[in-house]
């Protein structure tokens, strides 16, 4: 491991000089630099910040701060009630040990296990843009179907950000040029031709908190997660889901995919041909492929669009009979 | 900085910041019960408490934890008078080679703390559920590899430990 600095930080607008990173949970960032490929010449550390509780906002929703671990998240009663779904993908993520340590903030700026980004000697053009990317040609199972670019086909690894995506959660940020709030569906972007950049965030630009809006149609919601072995690993293919159904028509629905894409997929398309259709499965398929349509899979993960098609329905099926 | 092990307290002194908390108990305080297995959070063979929870030492930096209590497999129970995760393992037949074991039996006494704070799971449905059932327990479980497989007779002494 490169040598690095350590600090830890004072104020949330403290800024960053050039080569600084900060540093949370770790659970990603440390690995990261045992393997080579971050190398930060400081390391401000951002626990001690007071960021680390749930609060009820004012006008009904909830307030995550960045530094609140993961598995106390997933255990808080206002989330396991309100937005389901949210609890179910971060138990679904990493192990007990993991979660213990893992923030909402670092969950949400974790990087791809992409095995050629993780690997400092092979070429990434996320790792060391330019070099190009083996992974088209290469072992890209596990890699995007949706959203990728000739630079880049990394899926992100969150589950947690899949289901924040779909409860139109939004992303608190305080830097040195002050603080801005954006969607989360806003802060990771498409790789194009700068897959460097993971997300919107400038140098400097801390996430402080995840607001969770008033979402009558969280309530009924779920997480449905498919992978190679039954627990402790990264997905192959998830759907976040939420669903309200009146008269056998879809009322109100949120749908989210994950594995799929460089960033917490959104499926806008699918939730726009579902609402006012009949609460059926044909009518789940049908608004899958509406937004699977645009995917543009390679020789070895074409399954992930088959995989998506039939979780949605699955897990869409579900909510509509269950009351939990 | 302070660290204090097992009730122990040290003082490190010219800690490379690079430094893991699992390097700091097995090189510098010579407490060898917690494994470097994977050293990259996969295998959980580096499980130790850290404030009363588990966590893989391998991934956390010493120098990011000053005043920090942590424990190991060495500080569970007491010469002649094992922890009944410890016991439940010897009654059980709860491993083969052994070295996964240390990190099996912190995250499992973890584990167990968070089953009595009332957590859930990716496998609970409901409230009214047995948290300690066995889909319960190797899910909870799930971070610890055992490359031996003894796995079927750790369930047995996870649960029996909880009652003690």
Same mark, same amino acid.
């Given at each position: ?9 004072? +104020? ?6 050039? +080569? ?5 949970g770790?659970?990603n960032l ?6 080579g490929?971050?190398t ?10 007071? #960021? ?34 949210l609890?179910q ?6 192990s007990?040990?993991?979660?213990n340590?893992?923030t909402? +903030?670092?969950?949400?700026l ?5 095995r $050629? ?15 190009g990317?083996p ?17 880049c086909?990394?899926?992100h ?16 940020i305080? +830097? ?7 969607p ?13 950049r ?33 627990? $402790? ?9 939420? #669903? ?43 608004a899958?492929d ?6 543009q ?5 074409? $399954? ?5 098609r ?9 909510l509509t009979?269950?009351?939990? | ?10 003082h490190?002194?010219? *800690?490379?910041?690079?430094t ?14 917690a ?6 959070g ?14 893989n030492?391998?991934?956390?930096l ?5 005043d ?16 009944p ?5 010897l ?10 074991t240390?990190?099996?039996?912190? &995250? ?10 009332g957590?859930?799971?990716a496998?609970?449905? &409901?409230d009214?559920?047995d *948290?300690?059932?066995?889909a ?16 079927p ?11 003690r």
């Open positions: 491991m490169k040598t690095f600095e350590y600090r830890t930080a004072t +104020g949330l607008a403290d800024g960053l000089e050039p +080569g600084a990173v900060f540093l949370a770790g659970t440390v690995d990261l630099m045992k393997l490929v971050a930060p010449d400081v390391l401000v550390d951002v626990t001690r910040l007071p #960021l680390d509780q749930v609060t009820e906002l004012p006008g009904g929703g909830v307030r995550i701060g960045s530094a609140v671990r993961n598995s106390d998240l997933a255990a808080d009663r206002r989330i396991r009630t309100g937005y389901p779904v609890s993908a971060l138990l679904a993520g990493a007990g040990q993991l979660r340590m893992a909402t +903030g670092g969950n949400l974790q990087r791809t296990r992409c $050629y980004f993780m690997d400092a000697t092979m070429p990434c053009n996320k790792h060391l843009p330019g070099s990317c992974a088209r040609e290469g072992d890209h199972r596990n890699l995007a179907v949706l959203g990728g670019s000739d630079a086909i990394a899926t690894p969150s589950d947690m950000a899949v289901a924040l995506a779909a409860l139109d959660a939004v992303v608190q305080d +830097g040195p040029a002050g603080s801005r709030s954006i989360v569906t806003d802060l990771h972007r498409l790789p194009g031709d700068t897959p460097e993971d997300t919107a965030l400038e140098h400097g630009e801390l996430i402080t908190a995840v607001d969770l809006p008033v979402l009558p149609v969280a309530a009924r919601s779920a997480y449905r997660k498919a992978r190679d072995r039954a627990s $402790y690993a990264f997905a192959v293919g998830a759907v976040a889901a939420a #669903l309200e159904v009146k008269d056998g028509l879809v009322h109100d629905v949120r749908l989210a995919f994950g594995a799929v894409a460089p960033k917490p997929w959104r499926a806008l398309a699918a939730e726009q041909a579902l609402r006012g259709q009949p609460a059926t499965r044909e009518s789940f398929l049908a899958a509406a937004e699977l349509a645009a995917a899979p390679l020789r070895d993960n074409a $399954y992930k669009v088959t995989l998506i039939n979780l949605t329905a699955a897990t869409l099926s579900a009979g269950d009351v939990r | 900085m302070r660290l204090t092990v097992n009730g122990a307290q040290h490190l002194v010219g *800690l490379d910041p690079r893991t908390l699992l390097d700091v108990l097995r090189e510098r305080l010579h407490l060898t019960g494994k470097k297995g994977c050293d990259h996969q295998c959980g063979a580096c499980t130790v408490l850290l404030d009363g929870r588990r966590v030492s391998c991934l956390i010493a120098i990011t934890q000053p920090a209590r942590v424990t190991t497999v060495e500080g569970l129970g007491h010469r002649g008078e094992p922890h995760v410890q016991q439940g393992f009654e059980h037949d709860g491993f083969q080679c052994g070295y996964c240390p990190g099996q039996i912190c &995250s499992a006494v973890g584990m167990l703390d968070e089953v009595a704070q957590w859930p799971s496998v609970t449905e &409901s009214s559920e *948290l300690l059932a066995d319960e327990i190797r899910e909870r479980m799930s971070g610890n590899l055992c490359r031996c497989g003894a796995y007779n750790m369930v047995p002494a996870i649960r029996e430990a909880a009652g």
